[in-house]
């Protein structure tokens, strides 16, 4: 159950708790890096501009876990008031007693009736 909920937990990312306003600029080598409230550390950095794709390290206050990886954010038009999107990457979750979890195909959201049709 823990695990799972981490993972969903994940999908979703606060722009004001991370205080982060625009994409960083890999060519400048722009990196972020934040505590959070809870004690974790975040660091980031997007490695690619076109796609874009942003590496990722948190790990906790209290050396329970580290979760690493990468993702692409991918946006399209799923039908005439839809938009869909996902991130594709590859995500570690390793734990203090040596297990793993890898994940790599993450859920997809599709937003309807954005507009309203003819």
């Not at 004001?16 to 409230?37: D, F, H, S, V, W």
């Not at 839809?82 to 594709?88: E, I, P, V």
């Amino acid at each position: 159950k823990h695990v799972i909920k981490f993972y969903l937990s994940q999908q979703f990312i606060n722009p004001t708790l991370l205080q982060c306003r625009a994409p960083l600029n890999p060519i400048l080598g722009e990196t972020y890096q934040r505590e959070m409230p809870t004690g974790e550390k975040l660091y980031c950095e997007q490695i690619s501009h076109h796609p874009s794709i942003t590496a990722f390290l948190l790990e906790d206050p209290d050396g329970d876990y580290v979760f690493h990886g990468y993702h692409e954010f991918k946006a399209w038009l799923s039908g005439p008031t839809s938009l869909g999107g996902s991130r594709d990457g590859k995500w570690t979750l390793k734990f203090k007693d040596g297990v793993e979890y890898h994940f790599k195909k993450n859920p997809i959201m599709v937003i309807h009736g954005l507009l309203k049709a003819p």
